[in-house]
């Protein structure tokens, strides 16, 4: 197996960190080249600091690290099936074996995180055995909730847990969660320069919870925020959806006519060849209009 300093070293490198910005006050100057050598090795709660320090998502670690070990290659394959069972099935059972493998993993390797991604499996387990009630009592949620609360400052793992934790979490939580992580990104732009996630992912999922949980309220609070964001057009999926969120708001609110805009909107998706995305779209088209205007029919829309 591939010593973690090994990892952390070649992370280093390409942040252009300095040695002591990511390892003061873990472990003495002496032991600096030892650990990245891999001559020793440190612990968990500090390895999880210093891919925080580097900015580095838990995803970026597992990737490299299946690079050098079969064993976990093989553990992270069996966690992404059962997650996808769970996820197929609406089912608790394979959420809660993903668990308890993360939580032999985590005895066996020290892997930074795996206790967090331990607490997001067995929240979906909750949230499947509640029968996806998103407004019933959740603790791990709960534990994962005050941990991005109280977190002084947020890395790319972090934003990965927010957005994984949306589906899951009561509309009011999700709105706290994604005001802070937007506060959190003006404040500290270099979390965007690493992170797999956008900000328009996030503000995407978010409204996609919403239109789920026909939180009118928080619908609003999150189409302003979703206003606010400037976003590529390289990213089409977010700008797109945003478009379709803010026609029906006009339509709820008065302007039917807002949605003759809609076929216009996947046509041009046929137009870009973007199937995957129109079929998506279509789905929250359906899911929007029997939530907003159930009165209105689309025609081409539908």
Not at 131 to 154: F, G, I, M, Y
Not at 256 to 280: F, I, N, S
């Amino acid at each position: 197996m591939i010593a973690s300093g090994q990892v952390i070293k070649t992370f280093r490198q390409l942040r252009g960190a300095t040695p002591k910005q990511v390892y003061d006050g873990i472990m003495s100057r002496t032991n600096y080249a030892r650990f990245e050598r891999g001559t020793i090795d440190t612990g968990t709660e500090n390895l999880y600091l210093m891919l925080r320090r580097l900015n580095v998502s838990l995803r970026e670690w597992y990737y490299t690290l299946q690079q050098a070990d079969e064993a976990q290659a093989a553990l992270l394959r069996q966690l992404d099936v059962l997650v996808a069972q769970g996820t197929q099935e609406e089912a608790p059972e394979p959420f809660r074996q993903a668990a308890k493998l993360t939580s032999d993993a985590n005895a066996r390797w020290h892997l930074p995180g795996m206790q967090h991604r331990r607490w997001l499996y067995l929240a979906y387990a909750a949230f499947y055995a509640q029968q996806q009630d998103v407004n019933q009592p959740n603790a791990w949620l709960a534990k994962l909730v005050t941990l991005l609360t109280e977190a002084e400052s947020w890395s790319t793992g972090d934003i990965e847990m927010l957005y994984n934790l949306l589906e899951i979490a009561p509309p009011a939580t999700a709105l706290q969660l994604i005001r802070r992580y937007l506060a959190l990104i003006q404040q500290s732009p270099e979390l965007l320069r690493y992170g797999f996630i956008a900000p328009g992912d996030v503000l995407n999922e978010g409204m996609v919870a919403a239109v789920r949980q026909r939180d009118w309220a928080i619908f609003q609070a999150l189409l302003d925020e979703f206003n606010r964001l400037q976003m590529t057009e390289c990213h089409p999926a977010p700008l797109v959806f945003r478009r379709v969120c803010n026609l029906f708001a006009a339509a709820h609110t008065g302007d039917e006519a807002a949605l003759a805009q809609l076929p216009a909107v996947l046509t041009l998706l046929t137009t870009l060849d973007l199937p995957r995305l129109r079929d998506a779209l279509t789905e929250q088209i359906e899911a929007l209009r029997a939530w907003l205007t159930p009165g209105v029919r689309l025609g081409g829309a539908s």
